[in-house]
């Protein structure tokens, strides 16, 4: 069965760099969420996208902004990166119709900022 | 502040036991409860998930018991196997309309030995 997608699988940048995530959701999910998980910690909401519009935000810096395509894969984009933003990034997908629950996740992107 | 509090933060038992993950909330609007599993290095995946107006859920070795009045849940793995150790985390969602977040407790570490 189809997983989430997510790519480059590990990414190395330098401080105050730019960096995109990419993420592909199993096909005909209409939901897509970022998560990002320091060492050691649980993953952290960011932001999530139903049918290509923004639908909830968590604790997402400013410097970082997310889309969702038309073709529902979805983008996070990071700007003037810091060292703290080292992390892996999780990209999950979900079917939002009643009685649909279950999120799925990717296998994520390891970011490290140097 | 942790919206979703687990412990405890580490575990170690013997192949055959029985280790119990716990997790308490407070914000009473969340209405699904899944549990992940996390290996290093992968994204977390389901294990298995309850609805608050359910009491306990078993598949195959692994059991949830839901507490809605204490608002407390646990999971539970029957004859436990060094393959089953990893990273568990308990999570919770609020769904508001076309929004759905998940918000995970902080993890428990679970060590099966031999």
């Known amino acids: 069965a189809a997983g989430v997608i997510q790519s480059p699988r590990h990414l190395i940048k330098e401080k105050r760099e730019t960096a995109t995530l990419k993420c592909y959701p199993i096909?005909?999910?209409?939901?897509v969420y970022w998560y990002q998980q320091g060492p050691g910690q649980d993953p952290q909401f960011l932001i999530s996208?139903?049918?290509?519009?923004?639908?909830d935000k968590g604790s997402i810096p400013d410097r970082f902004s997310a889309q969702q395509f038309s073709d529902y894969h979805s983008e996070l984009n990071m700007s003037s990166l810091e060292l703290g933003d080292s992390a892996l990034y999780f990209c999950?997908?979900?079917?939002?119709?009643?009685?649909?629950?279950?999120?799925?996740f990717g296998q994520g992107t390891r970011l490290t900022v140097v | 502040q942790q919206q979703v509090k687990q412990s405890p933060q580490s575990l170690i038992v013997q192949k055959g036991g029985i280790p119990i993950i716990n997790c308490a909330y407070e914000?009473?609007?969340?209405?699904?409860f899944p549990w992940y599993q996390q290996f290093p290095g992968k994204g977390p995946a389901l294990l298995i998930a309850?609805?608050?107006?359910?009491s306990e859920k078993k598949e195959g070795r692994f059991t949830i018991s839901f507490n809605k009045s204490a608002k407390q849940f646990s999971l539970h793995i029957m004859d436990s196997q060094p393959g089953d150790s990893a990273t568990y985390f308990c999570?919770?969602?609020?769904?508001?309309?076309?929004?759905?977040?998940?918000?995970f407790g902080t993890g428990t570490r679970l060590q099966v030995t031999l």
């Open positions: 999950a997908s979900s079917l939002n119709v009643l009685g649909s629950t279950e999120a799925f």
């Open positions: 914000n009473t609007a969340f209405d699904y």
């Open positions: 999570a919770a969602r609020v769904s508001t309309g076309t929004a759905s977040k998940l918000t």
């Open positions: 309850i609805r608050p107006d359910v």
């Open positions: 996208f139903y049918e290509k519009m923004q639908s």
């Open positions: 096909p005909r999910h209409d939901t």
